[in-house]
């Protein structure tokens, strides 16, 4: 399988339940994101690890957490979640060296995850 | 805080006719600036990436510009077809170096007539 999978595809869960999103990039890429989109608002970045290291958090509530075990595997562990954060959560990967000041990092999306907490 | 706006928010154009998307970004200090385009409940597919030394990239019916001076980008679609139709999304990056994440603006919702 190639690009960015992301499972499960739809979840829908009540606020007092404890789910997670896995995101897996078969790209080789060193950097990979959470993003929130929410309808008639932007995609808002939540969270990005790079070589396995998270590097920003974007204001993000404690009741998302994130885990990158390796740079292939990402996930969003959700927890007492509210209906307002009902949206499709996407997830992208990018080959970023800074060091080598190699920065092709086009961001390449998985499908989503459609999110509904009831 | 970097804020990303896109114009028009909707357009529906017949078929065949070229047109131009617009997008404008506050703060020009950005590393690169990205088009994309989703499909109804989907993910996002890259189009076009201009770093911010340059002015200008083309993939096949699509060219995209670059005025990082005055904070702008346009994406110009040739002769466009129904399959075109999707909403489409221009993000830019900060020059903060690292992995940084993308800054979108709303997007641009775009109707090809048949």
């Known amino acids: 399988e190639t690009g960015v999978t992301q499972t499960p595809r739809h979840l829908v869960m009540g606020m007092t339940n404890k789910k997670s999103l896995k995101c897996e990039q078969h790209l080789g890429h060193n950097a990979m994101y959470w993003y929130k989109q929410s309808a008639k608002k932007p995609l808002e970045l939540m969270f990005v690890?790079?070589?396995?290291?998270?590097?920003e958090n974007n204001s993000v509530p404690s009741r998302f957490s994130p885990e990158c075990p390796n740079s292939s595997h990402l996930f969003l562990h959700l927890h007492t979640l509210q209906p307002e954060d009902s949206a499709l959560y996407l997830c992208?990967?990018?080959?970023?060296?800074?060091?080598?000041?190699?920065?092709?990092?086009?961001?390449?999306f998985g499908p989503g995850t459609r999110l509904t907490v009831l | 805080k970097q804020e990303v706006t896109q114009i028009p928010a909707a357009l529906s154009v017949p078929e065949g006719e070229n047109l131009v998307l617009n997008c404008s970004f506050t703060d020009s200090a950005i590393y690169n600036l990205q088009w994309f385009r989703q499909d109804p409940g989907k993910g996002l597919t890259s189009l076009l990436l201009?770093?911010?030394?340059?002015r200008e990239q083309t993939s096949g019916r699509l060219n995209a510009s670059l005025d990082k001076s005055s904070g702008r980008s346009t994406l110009y679609i040739a002769a466009s077809q129904p399959g075109d139709s999707a909403t489409y999304l221009c993000?830019?990056?900060?020059?903060?170096?690292?992995?940084?994440?993308?800054?979108f603006g709303k997007g641009t919702h775009l109707i090809i007539q048949p």
């Open positions: 690890y790079n070589f396995k290291e998270q590097t």
């Open positions: 993000a830019v990056r900060g020059s903060g170096g690292g992995a940084d994440g993308l800054t």
């Open positions: 201009i770093q911010s030394s340059q």
């Open positions: 992208a990967s990018s080959q970023d060296l800074p060091h080598l000041a190699v920065h092709t990092d086009t961001q390449y």
